[in-house]
T-cell receptor, first 113, second 111 residues
């Protein structure tokens, strides 16, 4: 089955810096890669996703890149703000089949003013 | 739309008791899943369903049962609660090609 590894487990940056979180997946059939943000005590919320027919996707300060050959995908946050502080999860699934979504262990991002 | 509704929000059980965590969605989503979240371990898939009458095991199914008699509801049953099942449980639903929408979670403590 699918296995998703996520690094780093914690990340501390200064406000305005960039943050990068990396994930690898094991199942070459996976074709859908969402990222979730979870604030303390809240539910995970989808912030961006990418499908295997696309190499990069941007939404304002957030971007995701995918390298299918290496089975890597990454989340990039530019111009970080204190409200970006949260736990971020990557995930992988074979969309169109069972849509069984497997998550990485999470990255706790702290943005210091 | 209410989205994904989970009840109860909090529950304390004694070891050996059984209970059902309720999950309902009003978005006509085919896919529904149950996850548990423990500190440092992310979200681990317990069971999932691809439609009414169809369920399958996830990464950590032992000690849990599910059923999907309707599109809207996907209850999770703990057969005989153990302290190791102390966790936050999230239900989620989606269309086949979209990301999952999560419920607000159930915080379960087994003593």
């Amino acid at each position: 089955g699918e296995n998703v590894e996520q690094h780093p487990s914690t990340l501390s940056v200064q406000e305005g810096d960039s943050a990068v979180i990396k994930c690898t997946y094991s199942d070459s059939a996976s074709n859908y890669f969402p990222w979730y943000k979870q604030e303390l005590g809240k539910r995970p919320q989808l912030i961006i996703d990418i499908r295997s027919n696309v190499g990069e996707k941007k939404d304002q300060r957030i971007a995701v890149t995918l390298n299918k050959t290496a089975k890597h995908f990454s989340l990039h946050i530019t111009e970080t703000q204190p409200e970006d502080s949260a736990v971020y999860f990557c995930a992988a699934a074979y969309s169109g089949g069972y849509n069984k979504l497997i998550f990485g262990a999470g990255t706790r991002l702290a943005v210091h003013p | 739309n209410a989205g994904v509704t989970q009840t109860p929000k909090f529950q304390v059980l004694k070891t050996g008791q059984s209970m059902t965590l309720q999950c309902a969605q009003d978005m006509n989503h085919e896919y529904m899943s149950w996850y548990r979240q423990d500190p440092g371990m992310g979200l681990r898939l317990i069971h999932y369903s691809v439609g009414a009458g169809i369920t399958d095991q996830g990464e950590v199914p032992n000690g849990y049962n599910v059923s999907r008699s309707t599109t809207e509801d996907f209850p999770l049953r703990l057969l005989s609660a153990a302290p190791s099942q102390t966790s936050v449980y999230f239900c989620a639903s989606s269309y086949s090609t979209d990301g999952y929408t999560f419920g607000s979670g159930t915080r379960l403590t087994v003593v």
